[in-house]
Nanobody, 122 residues
Framework: VQLQASGGGLVRAGGSLRLSCAGS????????VGWFRQAPGKEREFVTA????????HYADSVKGRFSISGDNAKNTVDLQMNSLKPEDTAVYYC????????????????WGQGTQVTVSS
């Protein structure tokens, strides 16, 4: 599975961005896909994940109600819609894939895309 993240950029606080994770390989359509982020000097943290078979979604408390994850099997993409962005959302965002229905532990993610920078100005 190869993953390609895109859509990052610079936005003012309160604004929106949409990130996309494009996957290659047939198994991408059944693997869980998660988004993580890493700010300078901080550890990589979980943001959200979607399990592709059951369609369940999971969010970190810090983004609940603001971020939304969705998958498009026809396009082989998983998107992250980010609304009401805050300066503390500034980070490099990574998408990653884990075996079907697994999502809760960063060590379960076998495949990682390159990061995309999101910068939120105050």
């Amino acid at each position: 599975v190869q993953l390609q993240a895109s859509g990052g950029g610079l936005v003012r606080a309160g604004g929106s961005l949409r990130l996309s994770c494009a996957g290659s390989g047939r198994i991408f359509s059944v693997y869980s896909v998660g988004w993580f982020r890493q700010a300078p000097g901080k550890e990589r943290e979980f943001v959200t994940a979607i399990t592709r078979i059951s369609g369940s979604t999971h969010y970190a408390d810090s983004v609940k109600g603001r971020f939304s994850i969705s998958g498009d099997n026809a396009k082989n993409t998983v998107d992250l819609q980010m609304n009401s962005l805050k300066p503390e959302d500034t980070a490099v965002y990574y998408c990653a894939a884990a075996k079907p229905e697994r999502w809760g532990n960063i060590y379960e993610y076998d495949y990682w895309g390159q990061g995309t920078q999101v910068t939120v100005s105050s």
